[in-house]
């Protein structure tokens, strides 16, 4: 029970990363605040954790949105009266919007940015308090190799995953005195409906040959991205503060 009386918001945890980690949290104890603008997902998500004696809620918002954000730490604090653990997953890779940066269309840029990037500030800027309220806690950012290293195709998402490190960094620094550690991970080819969009779907991606070029020689699992995340949840993690752990099979080191 490594989360045990912590209460946990993920956001995008009706689906792949964010919903493997939803189910560990909360075996590990946690009370979870399942996040996600799909509600159907994320009902199953919650259903999946009740049935197993665990408890969450759902609540429906679009990280984007001020007035939704606002509303999910309202609720965490009216529900569960605390807040541990703000893990910011939610994102979105449009494969056939992004592109260079001479070809995407200022919506597709804006779009990109006010998910992947404003949902962070967003939940941030609502969450850390409420953190800092219950007496500390974690904050985990997402960021991908795409952060790292160059990859083309995806510029907009690119910048967002980027801007993500440097805005763990100046979090961590900033809040590690009020006890609120800020970290962040860095997934790649992890086996994810967002890996289908990314590369799987597009129809010049070679996966015998991404495969055959990545040192783990197979894809991530949500769970194994999850238990990193559990890691810098928890009390375990109390001196990682600012730290860009990157999860990825070795691919940004190949
Ligand atoms: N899968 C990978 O290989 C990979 C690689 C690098 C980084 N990542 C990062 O890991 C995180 C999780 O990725 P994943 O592969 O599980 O993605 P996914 O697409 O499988 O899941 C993302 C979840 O976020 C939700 N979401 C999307 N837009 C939202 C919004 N505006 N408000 C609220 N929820 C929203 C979706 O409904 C979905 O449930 C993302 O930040 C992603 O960028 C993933």
């Known amino acids: 029970m490594r989360l045990k009386n912590k209460i946990a918001v993920i956001t995008g945890a009706a689906g792949g990363i964010g919903q493997a ?3 560990l949290f909360s075996q590990e104890g946690a009370r979870v605040v399942v996040v996600d603008n799909d509600a159907e997902k994320g009902k199953e998500t919650v259903n999946k954790i009740t049935r197993e004696g665990g408890k969450a809620i759902l609540v429906k918002a679009d990280v984007s949105r001020r007035d939704e954000v606002e509303e999910i730490f309202k609720i965490t604090r009216k529900e569960y009266g605390a807040l541990h653990i703000l893990y910011n997953n939610a994102a979105i890779f449009l494969r056939k919007a992004d592109g260079p ?8 840029w804006d779009w990109i940015l006010d998910v992947n990037l404003r949902g962070v500030f967003l939940c941030c800027k609502y969450g850390i308090p409420e953190i800092i309220r219950s007496g500390g806690g974690a904050v985990i950012n997402t960021s991908s190799s795409a952060g790292v290293i160059g990859v083309p195709q995806c510029d907009a998402y690119t910048a967002t995953k980027g801007a993500i490190i440097s805005l763990t960094r100046s ?50 699992k949500p769970e194994e991205i999850a238990q990193m995340a559990l890691f810098l949840a928890s009390d375990e993690a109390s001196y990682c503060i600012g730290g860009i752990f990157v999860s990825d099979g070795g691919i940004t080191i190949s």
């Open 21 to 23: 980690a939803a189910f």
């Open 171 to 220: 979090l961590a620094v900033e809040y590690a005195p009020q006890k609120v550690r800020v970290n962040c991970i860095v997934p790649c080819a992890v086996d994810t409906p967002m890996l289908n969009e990314s590369s799987r779907e597009d129809p010049s991606f070679d996966e015998a040959k991404f495969l055959a070029t990545t040192p783990a020689r197979r894809y991530g």
């Open 101 to 108: 940066i001479t070809e995407i269309t200022e919506e597709t």
